[in-house]
């Protein structure tokens, strides 16, 4: 089973909202990546998560706020979101060895967008 | 420089035709794995097909296998026998061991259009 489920699907929010996304995964995975993709473009990297604890950080402004409660689920928590922050957002997970084969599998992704 | 190059940003193809989508890499890393990831409209980004840099063999999966050139540095998706439901955005990225991150690098990613 190869599967990273994420909800919402689509998420609509106001730039006072506060929302979070989820991310659960069943594969016994210890690396879970959060990453944000506009239309057209390759995916961009914004936080890793290596046996539950933060790694990488790149350098995402504050209102995305991550958070691993254990090592099957990963959130992304929004706050005071901006316009062009509006995209899909997907998770992945892997093994989480340090290896060249170590293998992203993504969920389906949550289509944000906000007004 | 480009980690990973994809010169093509839009293809089309004919059911039942092949096709190859370019992927051109550069590491100086002698390490390093090569990923091909497809992303339909629905937005998931589905896993494909991998090859290693020290594997002898091309990588296939199905219709799916890796025209692997690493002298040229090269590592091209051909997709035989195209379906309609191959029509989506076509990723290649690479993991390098060098520098300990192992992050994936993306390319910007072929649009495939299979024509009926």
């Known amino acids: 089973d190869t599967e990273v489920t994420q909800t919402p699907k689509h998420l609509v929010m106001g730039m006072t909202n506060k929302k979070s996304l989820k991310c659960e995964q069943h594969m016994g995975h210890r690396a879970m990546y959060w990453y944000k993709q506009k239309a057209k473009k390759p995916p961009e990297l914004m936080f890793v998560?290596?046996?539950?604890?933060?790694?990488i950080n790149e350098s995402v402004p504050s209102r995305f706020s991550p958070e691993c409660p254990n090592s099957s689920l990963l959130n992304l928590h929004l706050h005071a979101l901006q316009p062009e922050d509006s995209a899909l957002y997907l998770c992945?997970?892997?093994?989480?060895?340090?290896?060249?084969?170590?293998?992203?599998?993504f969920g389906p992704g949550t289509r944000l967008t906000v007004l | 420089a480009q980690k990973i190059t994809q010169t093509q940003p839009g293809m089309f193809v004919q059911e039942k035709e092949a096709v190859t989508l370019d992927c051109t890499y550069d590491t100086s890393d002698p390490s390093y794995g090569l990923f091909w990831y497809k992303q339909p409209s629905s937005g998931e980004m589905i896993f494909l097909i991998y090859q290693g840099s020290y594997d002898q063999q091309n990588a296939t999966e199905g219709r799916y296998s890796l025209n692997f050139q690493k002298a040229r540095k090269s590592a091209n998706l051909v997709i035989s026998a195209s379906q309609l439901g191959d029509s989506a955005m076509y990723f290649c990225?690479?993991?390098?061991?060098?520098?300990?991150?192992?992050?994936?690098?993306f390319g910007r990613g072929t649009s495939l259009i299979v024509h009926p």
């Open positions: 998560y290596s046996y539950e604890k933060l790694s």
């Open positions: 990225a690479m993991r390098e061991a060098e520098g300990g991150s192992y992050i994936p690098t």
């Open positions: 992945a997970s892997s093994q989480g060895e340090q290896v060249i084969t170590d293998t992203q599998y």
